[in-house]
């Protein structure tokens, strides 16, 4: 009986598990981790707004041999920059962008997310040294 109510257990966990389809995510709000950045990109074919390009930090004071950029901005993250696959792991003849995952404050770290603009997202942990395809683009 033990064993059966543990099946049954392992069965309904698995089945009302949630999936990165079951977050609900709102235009217009920040984001920060690899499922919801990766989901608000997939649905609305852009980043957060709680995501700034270098230039338009480096506009606004930030430094990144400092880690500022939480002191010259409201809590932005780096995203919307051209990322060039210099490391070849990706799929050729697509045009790519990144943004941070997980920051919080201080200097950068290594998550990523990178993304096409034809759809395709991958996560980087590792700073582009591996790719796990998170979404399959057009």
């Given at each position: 009986?033990?064993?059966?109510?543990?099946?049954?257990?392992l069965?309904?966990?698995?089945?009302?598990?949630?999936?990165?389809?079951?977050l609900?995510?709102?235009?217009?709000?920040?984001?920060?981790?690899?499922?919801?950045?990766?989901?608000?990109?997939?649905?609305?074919?852009?980043?957060?707004?709680?995501?700034?390009?270098?230039?338009?930090?480096?506009?606004?004071?930030?430094?990144?041999?400092?880690?500022?950029?939480?002191?010259?901005?409201?809590?932005?993250?780096?995203?919307?920059?051209?990322?060039?696959?210099?490391?070849?792991?990706?799929?050729e003849d697509?045009?790519?962008?990144?943004?941070?995952?997980?920051?919080?404050?201080?200097?950068?770290?290594?998550?990523?997310?990178?993304?096409?603009?034809?759809?395709?997202?991958?996560?980087?942990?590792?700073?582009?040294?591996?790719?796990?395809?998170?979404?399959?683009?057009?």
């Open positions: 009986m033990i064993k059966f109510k543990k099946l049954l257990l069965v309904l966990v698995l089945l009302t598990a949630c999936t990165k389809e079951d609900k995510l709102e235009p217009n709000k920040t984001y920060s981790t690899k499922e919801e950045v990766a989901l608000y990109i997939h649905l609305y074919d852009e980043l957060p707004p709680n995501y700034l390009t270098k230039d338009e930090a480096n506009a606004l004071g930030w430094d990144a041999e400092k880690g500022n950029l939480w002191e010259v901005t409201d809590e932005m993250s780096i995203g919307g920059d051209r990322f060039s696959n210099r490391e070849g792991l990706l799929p697509r045009t790519y962008f990144e943004c941070d995952i997980d920051y919080q404050g201080g200097y950068r770290g290594a998550k990523r997310l990178v993304y096409s603009d034809d759809g395709w997202i991958y996560y980087t942990a590792d700073h582009y040294d591996s790719f796990e395809l998170l979404y399959e683009g057009d």
